[in-house]
């Protein structure tokens, strides 16, 4: 089934529907969705994207980062990504929202309108393996220290919306 993503101005009006890879050849600016969950520890729970995925694969990201359907809110959608991704139900507050545009490589764009989501979790995970090639949580000193030493290792987007989250927090 060809995925679509909801194309909007920077005030969030919709403008159209585009089939998802070609919004992000053109970098064409769309709605999407980042989730951070959080164990009592404090450490974030990272995904490792699948290695088939078409672009980023086998980088470290955050639990899930998506794209709503039409018609769908935000929140619906990264409640409904990740339980397809990784079989986790959480309550989601949303933080704030930002607009970014990050080179992820061989020709292809995110250029988003983002909603941060955050939340608490820490039960069981039944990954999709087309999507999820594993799962951890890290402490924040311990990702920094990552991110800085390995950069490589974590996705293009992932790193600028950590960075935003940090000036909220």
Known sequence: MEELVVLVNPDDVVLGLMEKQQAHVNGLLHRAFSVFLFNTKGEMLLQKRASGKYHSPNQWTNAVCSHPRIGETYLAGAQR??????????ELSEKFNFIYKADVGGGLWEHELDHVFTGNYESDFNLNEEEVEEVRFISPEELDKEISENPEHFTEWFKIILEEYKHHF
């Open 81 to 90: 990504r990740l339980k397809e991704e990784s079989g986790i139900e959480a």
